[in-house]
């Protein structure tokens, strides 16, 4: 099995707009995994049928028992997190919002008054798509250990593979915790960006990322059009760095109107329907995939 994630320096570059353009448009079934667990959305564009669900536990949450606690302090003095919290009647309580679960107050206290409990974090969701399964998650706002849940997300997906031959991801932007889960395990990484100087800062740092995971790079340059010199700047950085441009999107209105009606910009014609097929092309070609 290839697999392959999409992912960006930053938010807002056209990560979930290609994958679902690419799930759409790559011939024969694939597994579908959406990882970008903290604003998860490729389920938004990707017609689905959500077939079983299942609780995400993420770190634990330290809880004190009032009836055996006697007030001493030393759970407060030690929590590096200021999560625990003194209650109108002078007692002590931890706010799980700045609970880390680390456990330090329940090695530290004397009166066995703290208990670590499982803290529900969000839900994984097991779908289908007309190409095959989808696994997406939803975490919890404020929720914590989002790369533990991409780990899960991609574990179910590899789980309903079966024998097929493509695993797409659609990855978390930047270069964090999630990224870093997402990556590994890659044969390759399609790195979506934008002409606009954020995102060519982020690039270079999420290609940093990349290489530490020795996989493939591949690039799309969306919205190439409206920055020219920029487009051209990145390609000359991209021909220094070995990483294949597989394409350029140009600012099509039309991706707005399939991100709204909630399909992927392949389903109808246009210029960025057009162009995204060439890079789906061009992907096969550089992978060596008959098509
Ligand atoms: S260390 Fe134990 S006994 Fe002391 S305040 Fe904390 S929970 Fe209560
Ligand atoms: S588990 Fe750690 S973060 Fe949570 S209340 Fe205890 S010491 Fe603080």
Known sequence: MIR???VSGKGGTGKTVVTAALADIIPGSIVLADCDVDAANLSLVIPHETKSSRPYFGMQCAEIDTETCTGCGACRAHCRFD?????????LKVNPLLCEGCGVCDLICPEGAVTMKPRMA???FASST???PLSHARLFPGAGTSGLLVQEVKQAALSSAGDMPLMLIDGPPGIGCPAVATLSG???AIIVTEPSISAVHDLRRLVQLCRGFQIRLFLVINRADLEPEMTASIREYC?????LVLGTIPFDPAVLSAVRAGKPVTADSSPA???LREIRDA????LGVPE
């Open 4 to 6: 392959i994630a999409v």
């Open 83 to 91: 999560a625990i919290e003194e209650t109108e009647k002078g007692g």
């Open 122 to 124: 969000g839900e994984i």
């Open 239 to 243: 021909a220094g760095e070995d990483i």
């Open 273 to 275: 329907a057009m162009a």
């Open 130 to 132: 007309s190409r095959g």
């Open 283 to 286: 992907l096969y070609a550089a």
């Open 186 to 188: 890659m044969d390759a």
